[in-house]
């Protein structure tokens, strides 16, 4: 028997399809990457060459006659911290029902990797946009939003442009975690940043202001630490609050990460939590249930959030909008588990500011 001899299959190239539909090869890039932007005669021609060849681009040749990607660009900040993660669960599920992939994009602080993804949106390579940084990403002075596709915002409002915002409760909430402090009996408090200049770091502290004076404190009652969404600036907070000789015994943290960082670290140098001081935390991350003690914390609805999130980009891009799909708001849960506890000593909260409003109101 003699042998089948195979014969290779020359791969059909950018060259083949414009020799065939008689233009350059520059526009047929065009016609793959910025379909929107040629002409509907040109556009033709040159799908129908791609059909006569075979030639298959990155997009299929069923999303070429469709002029659709059937993919998603997802943008966060940090893909390390554990909310984002579960987010993106969320909307992978909802959006792998419609048939739509997703594009990750992690900018880790990095500026050349926030200017790839907007080169990648630029040349329209995906179909929407789901943010979940609290800002448009740019590359020099171009931005995302020049490319013209539907964005939605998760996780954190985008001031100043007019996208549909999917977020969750977050002034609401803090100002909660102060309230519920102030239940047991704490009047010394301490507040554990996020990342300064982020509109949830404005949402979180401003709903931790807004419940000191809504409960009679004010800015002499409380100490502030600053820094990122991330464990060491818990650390960092514990380590100061190691160094003061009156410390405050309330603590909300506006991270997950930030409680557990700082409770570490106090505990370590032989603090008791919650009988020296009480911790609250913000995200109900997975690990604050494995941590010691566990975390008292505001749990997001995170896999809901991407899934709410992912349902309002589709039908932004179905055109399907109604009134009330610009400003989503999902609540969030208290969880009262074991860093907290009453205040350890001294008068109650609640004692020591109805005395001092007896003597300014006799003053």
């Not at 650390?235 to 000789?245: D, G, T, W």
């Amino acid at each position: 028997m003699g042998r089948k001899r195979w014969r290779a299959v020359q791969a059909v190239r950018i060259a083949d399809v414009a020799r065939i539909a008689g233009v350059s090869t520059a526009t047929v890039s065009r016609v793959l990457r910025n379909p929107d932007r040629v002409r509907s005669g040109t556009y033709d021609l040159v799908i129908e060459a791609v059909r006569r060849s075979g030639y298959t681009p990155n997009s299929t040749a069923r999303n070429l006659r469709t002029r659709r990607t059937m993919n998603v660009l997802v943008v966060a900040p940090r893909l390390t911290n554990p909310v984002f993660a579960q987010v993106l669960r969320g909307v992978d599920d909802e959006l792998i029902q419609s048939g739509y992939g997703i594009i990750i994009g992690n900018l880790d602080n990095c500026a050349e990797r926030e200017a790839r993804y907007v080169d990648l949106a630029l040349s329209r390579q995906v179909d929407g946009i789901l943010l979940l940084t609290g800002s448009i990403p740019m590359n020099g002075t171009r931005s995302m939003g020049e490319a013209g596709l539907p964005i939605v915002a998760v996780c954190a409002a985008i001031p100043d442009i007019r996208v549909p915002n999917v977020t969750v409760q977050d002034r609401e909430a803090s100002c909660r975690a102060v309230e519920y402090l102030v239940q047991l009996g704490h009047c010394k408090f301490g507040y554990i940043s996020g990342t300064p200049g982020t509109i949830i770091e404005a949402e979180r502290s401003g709903g931790f202001l807004e419940g000191l004076a809504a409960t009679g404190f004010g800015l002499e009652d409380f100490v502030r630490w600053e820094g990122p969404f991330v464990f060491s600036t818990g650390v960092a907070a514990a380590e100061a609050f190691l160094r003061m000789k009156e410390r405050p015994t309330g603590i909300f943290a506006a991270c997950d990460e930030g409680a557990i960082g700082f409770i570490k670290t106090v505990r370590s140098a032989g603090v008791r939590v919650p009988e020296d001081v009480s911790v609250i935390g913000f995200d109900g991350i997975e690990f604050a249930d494995y941590a010691e003690p566990t975390l008292t914390t505001f749990k997001q609805p995170l896999h809901e959030l991407g899934r709410a999130g992912a349902r309002t980009l589709l039908k932004l891009m179905q055109g399907k909008m109604g009134p009330t799909d610009w400003n989503i708001r999902l609540p969030l849960t208290l969880l009262e588990r074991d860093t907290t506890g009453p205040a350890p000593k001294g008068e109650k909260a609640l004692e020591i500011v109805a005395r001092d409003r007896k003597s300014r109101a006799s003053a």
